[in-house]
């Protein structure tokens, strides 16, 4: 079992920065993913970003050019950097963790992986 906690949530404005992170009770081994997640007021859940243990990533189309997935192994931590904000990416982001996953760079963000935080919301105004 592995728990996650998100932090950096918050308001901004449109055009500012917001940088998440999310911490893992252990570390992962293995081909394993971890990745970002969010869900709109009346909208399904979407997959935002995914690296696997080989740092490979994919984005949303959405969010691609804008966001930034990383990792540091050392702390157990994912991170996402979020630039150039607009009110659509306002949405309740969740961190999500599986210990077998791999990463096909621009390819789909399977959200049917094992653990998931509470989330950490993030409203942009305009």
Known sequence: Q????????????????????CVASRAMYG??????FRQAPGKEREGVALIDNEDRTTYADSV?????????NAKNAVYLQMDSLNPEDTAMYYC???????????????????????????????
Do not use: H
């Open 64 to 72: 691609e050019g804008r966001f930034t997935i990383s990792k540091d």
């Open 31 to 36: 081909r394993y993913c971890m990745g970002w």
């Open 2 to 21: 592995v728990q996650l906690v998100e932090s950096g949530g918050g308001s901004v404005q449109a055009g500012g920065s917001l940088r998440l992170s």
């Open 96 to 126: 999500a963790a599986d210990p077998l996953c791999t990463v096909v760079p621009g390819g789909p963000i399977y959200d049917n992986l094992d653990y998931w935080g509470k989330g950490t919301l993030v409203t942009i105004s305009s």
